[in-house]
């Protein structure tokens, strides 16, 4: 897989990726935890149907590292999606992300709407709560410090065990350990500035429903039952943004395409192949 690793040249902050397979584009953002390595089993999977592209964010080698804090931002994060899709010459794609790139490709589809034919937002809003909201923001900073402080490794040796990604350590722990250890090889002043600057910075979702209520892409949430930081933005979404649907995935934590791969897959394809055939029928329907 890493002979399909490519490289941009002449955006403001080179990226990473991976494309591979052919057909309509299919972009996946990655969480915080994550890299594009954590889609192989979405890309392994759809590529067979649809062009599937993964990249690693900034601040995630080998794409560029900033060491400028101030690079760091949500907005940021949306402008790299699309600056991608520019380099790639791509008008139109999915998008589907995960946590961290969950918050991205659902803030694209009200930024940028005419980019975006479908939005699968997953395990997102980790952090967009009533209550507790000071307590995440004061932990992103904290590890942060401890990254910066310590090393990856020693930062997220907690992190990387919270309550929602136990059901992955406890369903397949062989997987869990090469999850933990491609977390482990992240850049730790990328990470430590994405803590800063996203993650930290974000506003909370639950602030945004006006321009949820504007999204007119199609979108579907996947969320594991057992992931309760994200139950309520999740919920929140689904009220807000028309037409949206949910699938909660049982005995299921955060990082859930790598939990359950097949039921994931399986659930993104449906969507995926509902949403062509609706674009479709009012293609023809138009004509």
């Known amino acids: 897989m890493k002979n399909l690793i ?25 969480e915080f935890a994550g890299d594009m390595m954590s889609w192989l089993p979405q890309i392994n999977a759809l590529s067979r149907r649809y062009r599937c592209i993964a990249y690693n964010a900034r601040g995630y080698s080998p794409s560029d590292v900033p060491g400028d804090a101030g690079a760091y931002s949500w907005q940021a994060a949306v402008t790299d999606l699309i600056a991608l899709m520019d380099f790639l ?35 997102a809003g980790s952090g967009s709560v009533s209550s507790g909201r000071e307590a995440m923001i004061a932990s ?22 919270a309550a929602a990604r136990l059901p992955f350590l406890e369903k397949d722990p062989v997987g869990f350990e090469a999850f933990f250890e491609q977390f482990a090889s992240h850049d730790s002043i990328g990470s430590a500035l994405t803590l800063r600057g996203v993650q930290a910075a974000r506003p909370s979702l639950l602030d945004k429903g006006p321009q949820l209520a504007a999204i007119r892409a199609p979108v579907m949430m996947m969320l594991g039952d057992r ?61």
């Open 6 to 30: 490519r490289q941009t040249a002449g955006l403001p902050v080179n990226l990473a990726y991976i494309d591979a397979g052919e057909g309509i584009p299919v972009i996946f953002v990655h």
């Open 140 to 161: 992103s900073l904290a590890l942060a410090d401890q990254i910066e402080r310590d090393g990856i490794r020693s930062g997220i040796a907690d992190y990387a065990k």
């Open 227 to 287: 992931d309760s930081g994200c139950v309520e933005p999740t919920l929140f979404m689904w009220r807000t943004i028309p037409g949206a649907t949910l699938a909660v995935l049982p005995n299921s934590g955060h990082c859930i395409n790598l939990e359950e791969p097949e039921v994931f897959n399986r659930l993104l394809l449906d969507f995926l192949d509902r949403v062509g055939h609706a674009a479709q029928a009012d293609q023809s329907a138009a004509q």
């Open 89 to 123: 010459g791509l008008r139109r794609a999915h998008v589907v992300g995960l946590s961290m790139g969950g918050y991205t490709v659902v803030s694209a589809g009200y930024l940028h709407p005419d980019r975006i034919l479908s939005i699968g937002v997953c395990s």
